[in-house]
Nanobody, 125 residues
């Protein structure tokens, strides 16, 4: 499965952006699609994820209440609505696909099999 992320850009603090990630290939109900981010010199950080079938979600603590993940099964796409952006949200954002059959959504990048190319988000103060 190939993942194509888009929607990054430059925004002032307090603003919003919406990221998109479209998958080529079949997405099975058990799959989880997620977003991670990595700032220069920092470790990769879990942002959010959603299970393809039932749509249950998980969020990283630093974005909970500000970001919303959703998916469109017909479009094979997942979205990340980012509101109330802060300068510390500046990073390259990656979408990823977990193809395991697992009961819980994982926040570990090692659980994800396929990765998109990343899209830059820059938030100015």
């Amino acid at each position: 499965v190939q993942l194509q992320a888009s929607g990054g850009g430059f925004v002032q603090a307090g603003g919003s952006l919406r990221l998109s990630c479209t998958a080529s290939g079949r997405i099975f109900d058990t799959y989880v699609m997620g977003w991670f981010r990595q700032a220069p010199g920092e470790q990769r950080e879990f942002v959010a994820a959603i299970r393809w079938s039932v749509g249950n979600t998980a969020y990283g603590s630093s974005v909970k209440g500000r970001f919303t993940i959703s998916r469109d099964n017909a479009e094979n796409s997942v979205y990340l609505q980012m509101d109330k952006l802060r300068p510390e949200d500046t990073a390259v954002y990656y979408c990823a696909l977990d193809r395991r059959i697992a009961s819980a959504i994982s926040s570990s990048g090692t659980a994800y099999d396929d990765w998109g190319q990343g899209t830059q988000v820059t938030v100015s103060s």
